[in-house]
C-alpha cells in the first residue's frame, strides 16, 4: 500500500491556483501511489475567515473540487482531500471535512468533530459538529480519520465532550490519516511528535500527518509532515517551511529516522518561519518589494536583514531620517548594515520638518509642545516618509516594533507603527537580538554591525534617552511579559525561568508594567498584522477589549 | 409579586462600580419588589473577551457577587443577576449563568445553553453549553429563564440542537425572564419585540425582558427593557439608551401600552445611539474631551456636532488644515460649524509643511511624487497635527470616515483614519446626510451650514477633485455595498429596493466596487473601533483576511 501525501502552499480562496497546485501532484504520483493525501482545507487555504459565510465561496469550492474529483477518473489512486461540505441538518451551515475520490467517484468522506474555537481559532463560528464514522475500508485495509483538533481531547482541560481518538483505538487499523492546518509555533513541533506518537501506540496503527504549508496574514504553517510506525516511531518527514510531497509504501519494515527539526533551537526556527512569513504575505498579495525605516537600532536592523535574506536585496529599500536627537553613529550603523546587504539606503534628514512642525505647533496653540508630543512628531514624520515611499513606488511598508516594546506600548501609533505587515512583533527584545546574532552566525561574515547590537538601546527622540530609563532591563522586562502575556502556555520549566529571572533582578514594580500592557490595547487594535512565533501572538490570538477596567495587576504574582 | 428590573450601564472589568451600581437598586426596591432582576453578564460588563481566560478575573467577580449574595441578607426580594460559573466538567471552564440569591443564600442557577458565535459574537471561545433546568419554583410560582440567544432558535437556519423556548412551553409558568445583553442595530428593537411577544403567547406567561444599556467599544446597548403580557402585548418598557429601573406587579391587570421606540426612523435611533456610544467610550478611557479635524465637509461637520451634542461645546476642539486645494469656502463653513456650536476650531495651514514635505520627497527619491503620494502627504500632515494635540492635550482624536468611504478604501490609513474611535463609520454616506438633516432639524435652528450638506463631496486634496469622479452617486454606491457587505442580514424588502437602484442608475461596473471593497481590508484592519449601528458592522462582526485572492466579484448578481 503506498501512499503519496503533500504539504503545498495555498493562497486562501485561489480556487483555480489552489486546484491546479493538487492536480499536478495528482497526476504526478497518480500511477504510482495506492492514496494520495492532502492537508486540512487545502482546496480553500486555511483560514478563510467570513469568506465561508459567502454561498458563492461555498459553490466555488464544490466546483473546484468536482474538478478534482474528475481528474482522478483515469488513474489508480484515490485522492483524499480537505474541503468544506455543506450541512442541511441544524447547526453551522457548513464541515470542515476531508473528501475521498476514486476513478471520477466520491467515495468517503469525514467531518471534523473537535471544531477549535481558542487563541488564533474560529472554527465555532463557521462549521457545523462532524457526526461521520471516521472508519474507511479499501482494498481490504482498515483506514481511521483525524482532522487535526480531533486529536487533542487527551488531557484536562477537556475542552470537548468527545474524544475522536478514543474512537480509533482496538479499530484495527492498518494506517490513521491525519489531515492538519496546524501553525507553527514555539514548541509546537515536540508537541505534535510526542502526541501523535501516543495515538500510533495506542491504536497500534501507522500514521500519516499532513501539514500545509505556507504563511497566511499572522499564521506560518511549517509543514513538517511526517508518518509514523505502528510504534510511535518516526519513518519519514518532509522538511519544514517547504513545498513538498514523498510517498511511503506501507507493506515494507521503515527504519526510525531522527528528525533534524526537533534539533533546530527556537531562534533557528524563528528565522527559517519569518522569512517565509515575509515572502508569502508580499508574494500572495502582490507587492514589488518592501521598504523599512533605518534608525540604527536592532529592530530595523533585524527586520531590513530578515526581508533582504526572504526577498533578496533588490526588492527591500531602506530609509534613515535622522532628527537633531539621532547620533551620527545611528546613520552610520545604518549605512553599514545597507552596505553589508547590498541594498538601496535612502538619506532624508527630517530636521527641517520637524522644526517646521514645531514652530508650527506653537504658533497654532500658543504652547510650547510636551515632551511627548515632540517624540511622536518625529516618529510621525518618519512615517509619513516611509508611507509616501510606499505609495510612490508600490512597495510594501515593515512595521519594526517587537513584543516587548508592543507589549508595553512603547511604539507610536501612525509613526513607527505605521506598515502593512509587522516580522518582529512577536519576538521578545532578547530573540531580537538572538536572531541578530545568528544572521551574522549564519552569514559567515558581520551582516548586522556589531555596534548595532552592543549599544544601549534607545528611540532617540529626545537628548541622552535610553529605553532603561522608563522600563527595567529588557531580559527583566521579557521575563514579566511572558509571565502575563502567556503564561498560560508556557511549560512549566519555562515559568520557573521567568520567575527567577525577576527575582534576582531589583526590579520590584511590576504592576506598573502589567499597567503599561492594558493600557496599550488601543494601539494593538490598529497595528498591523503580526507574523505569529509564540503560541499567544498580538492579534486575532489575543482579542481584549479596550474601554475596560480590569485591574488584573492585583492578581499577578511572581 | 411585584418584579423590579434595572438595566445599567456597566464598565467591563470594573467589579468594584459595577458591584455599587447593582447594590444601590438592591437597596431601593430591597424591600418593595419579590424579585429583582438584572441584565446578563452584568456584574463583569459585555463582553470581557479575552478576559474571561484570566482565573484572576473569574475569582474577582465571584468575589463581587458574594458581596451581592450577602446583601441580600436582610431584605425581603431575591436577586436574579447574571454572572459566570465554573465548570468543572468537560468543555470550556466557565457558564455563562444566571444566579438568584435571597436571604444570603444562593438559591437557583440557570446556565445559557445557546452560545452565540457569529457575528459580533463569540461566545463558544469561553462558555461551555448549559445543562441545568430552567425552570425556578418560588413561593408557589412558577418561573421559566431564558439568557439571550436562548430565545433564537426559532426557526430555519437552526444554529443549534436544541429549542430552550420549546422547554418552557406547557410549564404552567407564571412568568418568564429574559436576560440580555443585546446591542442596538438597524430593525433589532422590532424583531425582539415580534419574537419575545411570539414566547409569551407560545408558554401562555408573562414575560419580563432585561438589557442593558451602555457603550463598550463598537457595541452600543440600548437598554428598551419590557415587560410582555401573557397575551404578548406591551404592558411596561424601560427608556432607550437610559439607565433605568422599574416595578410591575405581574398579580394585576395592565393595560397595554405603545411603544414610543417603535415609531422612531432609524435615523432617530442612530443619532441617540452614537450620542451615548460616544461618550460612554470617552468617560469609560477616562478622556477629557475629543478633537477633530474639521475639512469642511459633511462627515467631519457631524461628527463634530454629534461630538458637541454628546460631550458638550467645552469638550470639543477642531482644527481646520487648509491645504493648497482647500477652497475658501471649505474654510469657511468649518468656522460657520463651529461658531453655530460654540466650540473652539484652531486654523493651521498645512501649506508649508505639504510644500516642504514635497520638495524634499523630489530632493531624496529623484522624482516627482505621483497624484496618489501628494494626496496622501496632505491627509498625513493633517492626521499628525491632530495627534499632536491629542497627546499635548490628552484628547481623544475621532477619525471621521463614513461606511460607503470605508469600504471601498477612500480612507487615508495615517491620515484622516487617525483616531480612537470612529463614531460614523458604520453610517452609509446618505445616512450622514440624513443625520445632518436631522441634528438641524430637531435643534431648531442651523447648526450645519447648509453649503455643507448641498456642496458636491470632495476630499479636496488635488485641484477640482470630486469624490463622484471615481465613484458612482452615493445613493448608487451605498445600495451596491448594502448588498455586497449585509444582504444575508437585510429585509427581502431592502434588498428589493437596493437592487432597483442599481438598476435605474447608469453604473454597471459593480465589479470595481466590490474590488475596491476586497482591496481595502488592510485599511480596516488597522481601524479604530467603529460604533456599530447595522447588523453588520467593520470590526469584529466582519473578519477577512487580507492576504487572499477569492474574486468574489464573480457571484455577485442584482
Redesign the interface.
Known amino acids: 500500500m503506498k501512499i503519496a501525501f503533500a504539504q503545498l502552499n495555498y493562497?486562501?480562496?485561489?480556487?483555480s491556483?489552489n486546484t491546479d497546485k493538487i492536480i499536478k501532484v495528482i497526476k504526478h504520483y497518480g500511477n504510482q501511489a495506492d492514496i494520495i493525501v492532502f492537508s486540512e482545507l487545502s482546496i480553500c487555504?486555511y483560514?478563510?475567515?467570513?469568506?465561508l459565510?459567502?454561498?458563492?465561496?461555498i459553490?466555488?469550492q464544490s466546483q473546484s473540487l468536482e474538478v478534482i474529483q474528475t481528474t482522478t477518473a483515469n488513474i489508480k489512486a484515490a485522492v483524499i482531500i480537505g474541503g468544506i461540505d455543506n450541512n442541511s441538518e441544524?447547526?453551522?451551515?457548513c464541515y470542515n471535512a476531508c473528501f475521498i475520490y476514486h476513478q471520477g467517484q466520491e467515495i468517503f468522506k469525514y467531518h471534523k468533530q473537535l471544531l477549535p474555537?481558542?487563541n488564533i481559532f474560529?472554527e465555532?463560528?463557521h462549521f457545523a459538529i462532524g457526526k461521520l464514522s471516521p472508519i474507511w475500508q479499501y482494498q481490504g485495509k482498515r483506514f481511521g480519520f483525524l482532522i487535526c483538533e480531533d486529536a487533542w481531547n487527551h488531557q484536562a482541560?477537556?475542552?470537548?465532550?468527545t474524544n475522536p481518538v478514543a474512537d480509533l483505538m482496538a479499530q484495527n487499523l492498518d494506517a490513521i490519516i491525519s489531515l492538519h492546518a496546524s501553525p507553527a509555533n514555539e514548541g509546537k513541533y515536540q508537541q505534535r511528535l510526542q502526541r501523535f506518537s501516543q495515538i500510533a501506540k495506542d491504536c497500534h496503527s501507522p500514521l500519516i500527518y499532513v501539514n500545509q504549508v505556507g504563511?497566511?496574514?499572522e499564521l506560518i504553517f511549517d509543514g513538517n509532515s511526517f508518518v509514523l510506525s505502528a510504534q510511535g516511531e518516526l519513518i519519514q518527514q518532509l522538511p519544514a517551511f517547504k513545498t513538498s510531497a514523498d510517498m511511503i509504501d506501507l507493506s515494507h519494515a521503515h527504519s526510525t529516522i531522527s528528525s533534524e527539526f526537533a534539533t533546530l533551537s527556537p531562534i533557528e526556527i524563528y528565522y527559517s518561519q519569518l522569512l517565509l512569513g515575509l515572502s508569502?504575505?508580499v508574494s500572495?498579495?502582490g507587492f514589488q518589494g518592501v521598504v523599512i525605516g533605518s534608525s540604527g537600532g536592532i529592530d530595523s536592523a533585524v527586520t531590513i536583514a530578515l526581508a533582504s535574506l526572504a526577498l533578496g536585496a533588490d526588492k527591500v529599500t531602506a530609509?534613515t531620517m535622522p532628527s537633531p536627537y539621532s547620533s551620527q553613529g545611528s546613520v552610520n550603523d545604518s549605512q553599514a548594515l545597507a552596505d553589508n546587504l547590498g541594498i538601496k539606503l535612502?538619506?532624508?534628514s527630517i530636521k527641517?520638518?520637524y522644526e517646521?512642525?514645531i514652530q508650527?505647533?506653537e504658533?497654532?496653540?500658543g504652547?510650547s509642545?510636551?515632551k511627548?508630543?515632540h517624540e511622536?512628531?518625529q516618529a510621525?514624520?518618519r512615517?509619513?516618509?516611509l508611507?509616501?515611499?510606499s505609495?510612490?513606488f508600490g512597495y510594501l511598508l515593515l512595521s519594526t516594533g517587537n513584543k516587548s516594546e508592543t507589549s508595553v506600548g512603547y511604539t507610536t501609533?501612525?509613526g513607527d507603527m505605521?506598515g502593512?505587515l509587522n516580522i518582529l512583533g512577536d519576538l521578545y527584545k532578547m530573540e531580537v537580538y538572538a536572531i541578530a546574532k545568528y544572521i551574522n552566525q549564519i552569514s559567515g561574515k558581520i551582516i548586522i554591525p556589531e555596534n548595532i547590537i552592543t549599544k544601549a538601546p534607545s528611540a532617540e527622540l529626545s537628548t541622552g534617552q535610553k529605553d532603561q530609563d522608563s522600563l527595567p532591563d529588557y531580559p527583566v522586562l521579557d521575563a514579566i511579559l511572558r509571565l502575563y502575556i502567556e503564561q498560560?502556555l508556557l511549560e512549566p520549566d519555562d515559568i520557573q525561568a521567568n520567575q527567577q529571572m525577576i527575582q534576582q533582578s531589583d526590579f520590584t514594580d511590576i504592576d506598573t508594567i502589567i499597567n503599561k500592557v492594558d493600557k496599550a490595547e488601543?494601539k494593538r487594535?490598529?497595528?498591523?498584522?503580526i507574523l505569529r512565533v509564540h503560541a499567544r501572538s498580538f492579534g486575532?490570538g489575543?482579542?481584549?477589549?479596550?474601554?475596560?477596567?480590569?485591574?488584573?495587576h492585583?492578581?499577578?504574582e511572581i
Chains 1, 2 share one sequence.
Open positions: 493562497i486562501i480562496g485561489d480556487f491556483g487555504g483560514y478563510p475567515m467570513d469568506l459565510e459567502r454561498e458563492d465561496f459553490l466555488a441544524q447547526g453551522k451551515p474555537t481558542y474560529d465555532s463560528r482541560p477537556y475542552l470537548y465532550d504563511g497566511n496574514d508569502d504575505y500572495k498579495c530609509i535612502y538619506h532624508r527641517a520638518e517646521l512642525a508650527q505647533f504658533q497654532t496653540f504652547q509642545a510636551s511627548l508630543t511622536n512628531i510621525r514624520i512615517g509619513r516618509i508611507m509616501e515611499y505609495n510612490h501609533l501612525y505605521n502593512g498560560d488601543f487594535r490598529q497595528s498591523p498584522p486575532i489575543r482579542r481584549l477589549p479596550i474601554a475596560q477596567n480590569y485591574q488584573s492585583r492578581y499577578f
